[in-house]
């Protein structure tokens, strides 16, 4: 491979002739071989687009030469339009705080704007890295705004997606709503509840995952961009913070803000620790409610197979015509990872010292990546398992007529004690519950009818007949 000799300040380094990465950048691929994965796009593009910003802001505020901060401007242009997508190459799992990140877009940006005004890759004969795309910021402020920027877009993609398996679970609830079943608690026949009811329950849910996700977002919108090193704003004039911030705002579309304390800013990293943790409760309900669809899809004739998942592929290499959830399965996988994620986030945000938390990297990393896996898992679900569901109407019905939970709601009807004996003689004869009720003569069909309707048995109040 044809080389390039670059130099930086330890010295000179080989980069490929064809790189649009420098010196520094090249030492982090040698230095860190470490996962074989490159940033998230979702990162690598908040990053450029703070680059854009403060090229503007600088030369707003008249500190960057307009030709150059326009040459900024334009390849950071061509960057976010997916131009030199395999140029950012650093491994998530790096250098402290994120420098070497930092520095790889730095110098792609300021390869690309040279190679605009006529030099040639490598020269920085008009535009450093150091002295003008990263004019006014350092690693500590550029990569932990990156990373709210990036989370902020990633989290928008996240409730879009739980509000359509939200209404995806609600319109099933509605189809199903005249379904009566036998509820289960402990594993164990209880009274009667609609199959609608479950899924609008499993709807409600999700909703309120979607509205902890929403809560976690405002503190992520505060910026500490411009608190550069420390978050003391050392080298950043007071004019170029309120102009990146509100470059930012216009360039991303969301309603950003300067931080009220810029150091805190810095040291704090509980933003992404509370983003992490609502999606730690939302995988928490994913894994529940996929499991329950597990459990009443099971069989077809061995389980209890009150609902069909839609079949998507052949289940077995050895057993022929098995069809397995695996949309409900694969949703518990990606929410096990995110629960051990979130403790990864957590361990790495309690880790900061004094100024600068240096796990932002990790942070960063686990987090973009629950966000990005969890997204793509909530569409699969939503639109592969949950919209193809149908049920079994008579299986519902017949595991209803022999639960011993129909005792419960005969009680009001025909005693307490004459109940109790209907639920004996139906655990010793093996007879459902309605046909011990109908030989013995205590009920009528129409009586036992009008007890058993869906609706009225299934909302709060004493249930007897008239």
Request: glycine share 8%; net charge negative.
């Amino acid at each position: 491979m044809a080389t390039r000799v670059e130099k930086d300040t330890m010295g000179t380094v080989e980069v490929p002739a064809k790189a649009y990465w420098g010196a520094q950048t090249q030492r982090a691929i040698g230095n860190f071989p470490i996962s074989g994965l490159k940033p998230h796009r979702a990162l690598v593009t908040a990053t450029v687009r703070i680059k854009k910003c403060a090229a503007k802001a600088n030369v707003k505020t008249g500190r960057l030469d307009a030709e150059l901060g326009e040459a900024i401007v334009k390849a950071a242009d061509e960057a976010l339009a997916g131009h030199f997508a395999d140029q950012f190459v650093v491994d998530p799992f790096q250098a402290g705080a994120g420098t070497s990140h930092n520095m790889n877009v730095n110098e792609v940006l300021a390869n690309r704007a040279n190679e605009l005004l006529g030099g040639e890759l490598g020269s920085y004969g008009r535009i450093n890295a150091n002295d003008d795309v990263n004019m006014a910021q350092s690693t500590n402020d550029v990569f932990p705004t990156a990373m709210r920027l990036s989370a902020l877009e990633l989290s928008d993609q996240l409730m879009e997606e739980l509000s359509g398996l939200a209404s995806a679970l609600r319109g099933k609830g509605e189809e199903f709503d005249g379904i009566l079943k036998s509820g289960r608690t402990h594993l164990q026949d209880a009274v009667p509840i609609r199959l609608g009811q479950e899924f609008a329950a499993y709807a409600a849910a999700i909703d309120n995952n979607r509205l902890g996700v929403e809560r976690a977002l405002p503190a992520l919108r505060e910026l500490g961009i411009g608190g550069t090193a420390v978050g003391t704003g050392l080298n950043a004039e007071e004019a170029y913070i309120d102009r990146v911030v509100e470059e930012l705002a216009a360039e991303t579309g969301q309603d950003l803000s300067r931080g009220k304390n810029l150091v805190e800013r810095m040291q704090n990293m509980d933003p992404f620790v509370a983003l992490s943790s609502t999606l730690k409760g939302t995988a928490v309900n994913l894994i529940r409610i996929a499991n329950d669809l597990r459990l009443l899809s099971s069989g077809p004739r061995t389980g209890l197979g009150e609902i069909n998942l839609p079949s998507l592929q052949p289940g077995s290499s050895i057993m022929p015509g098995k069809v397995n959830p695996v949309m409900a399965e694969l949703t518990d996988m990606v929410c096990f990872q995110v629960m051990g994620a979130d403790l990864t986030v957590a361990m790495a945000a309690q880790a900061g010292q004094m100024e600068l938390n240096v796990m932002m990297p990790v942070i960063a990393f686990n987090l973009l990546f629950s966000l990005e896996i969890l997204k793509n898992c909530v569409h699969q679900f939503s639109h592969l398992c949950v919209a193809g569901i149908t049920a079994n109407d008579e299986r519902c019905r017949n595991y209803l007529d022999q639960s011993v939970g129909l005792a419960t709601v005969l009680a009001p009807s025909i005693g307490y004690a004459a109940a109790a004996e209907v639920a004996k003689e139906s655990a010793k004869s093996g007879k459902s519950i309605r046909q011990v009720i109908l030989e013995r003569g205590i009920l009528s069909e129409a009586e036992l009818e009008e007890v058993l309707a869906p609706y009225p048995l299934t909302t709060p109040g004493v249930h007897e007949k008239k």
